[in-house]
């Protein structure tokens, strides 16, 4: 299994089952993530949602996937049958602290890739943990359900150790 074809079955497997979001996930061309998950499926590691229409661009993993993804602990396994990671809850903990963010504050704290930040956020959007508001200026502002989440997993992103699973 090539590194390539690993990353996307660990995107898969922390939520985002859709096509878009693996590819800017990867920030490759999507003709490049396209043939990844044909070989992932013709390899039996995901399937599709559908054979037509939108679910044909979602994917989830199949037993034979899970198998090459053990989780440290119990814990562990619960959040990411949730389709949630660390970056997810740490994006929500901070519109929790930062209602009022701008987008300086949160390219700071997150010092990541624009595609990354902005697939995780509409993976979370797309969960209920995140709302989008505004027309012309987008707008993000935690959910009742992130924080409901939030509070199920007692995120501290101050104390967390970066070594260690939330």
Same mark, same amino acid.
């Given at each position: 299994?090539?590194? %390539?074809?690993? *990353? #996307? +079955?660990?995107?898969?497997? =922390?939520?985002?089952?859709?096509?878009?979001?693996?590819?800017? !996930? +990867? &920030?490759?061309?999507? $003709?490049?993530?396209? =043939?990844?998950? %044909? %070989? +992932?499926?013709?390899?039996?590691?995901?399937?599709?949602?559908?054979?037509?229409?939108?679910?044909?661009?979602?994917?989830?993993?199949?037993?034979?996937?899970?198998?090459? $993804?053990?989780? @440290?602990?119990?814990?562990?396994?619960?959040?990411?049958?949730?389709?949630?990671?660390? !970056?997810?809850? =740490? !994006?929500?903990? $901070? $519109?929790?602290?930062?209602? /009022?963010?701008?987008?300086?504050?949160?390219?700071?704290?997150?010092?990541? /890739? &624009?595609? #990354?930040?902005?697939?995780?956020?509409?993976? +979370?959007?797309?969960?209920?943990?995140?709302? *989008?508001?505004?027309?012309?200026?987008?707008?993000?502002?935690?959910?009742?359900?992130?924080?409901?989440?939030?509070?199920?997993? *007692? #995120?501290?992103?101050? @104390?967390?150790?970066?070594?260690?699973?939330?």
């Amino acid at each position: 299994m090539s590194p %390539e074809q690993k *990353q #996307v +079955l660990t995107f898969i497997r =922390e939520g985002f089952h859709m096509m878009a979001e693996i590819t800017d !996930l +990867l &920030n490759v061309d999507s $003709f490049v993530t396209n =043939e990844l998950i %044909e %070989e +992932l499926e013709q390899q039996g590691y995901i399937r599709r949602k559908s054979t037509a229409g939108i679910g044909f661009y979602q994917f989830y993993l199949t037993k034979r996937a899970d198998a090459l $993804f053990m989780p @440290s602990d119990r814990r562990e396994a619960d959040r990411l049958s949730q389709g949630i990671n660390r !970056l997810d809850l =740490e !994006l929500l903990q $901070f $519109f929790q602290e930062e209602p /009022d963010y701008s987008h300086e504050q949160l390219c700071e704290r997150f010092p990541v /890739d &624009n595609h #990354v930040l902005a697939g995780h956020m509409m993976k +979370l959007i797309r969960q209920g943990y995140l709302e *989008q508001t505004g027309i012309f200026r987008m707008r993000v502002k935690l959910s009742r359900g992130g924080e409901s989440l939030i509070q199920k997993w *007692q #995120v501290s992103t101050h @104390s967390l150790d970066p070594s260690k699973p939330i």
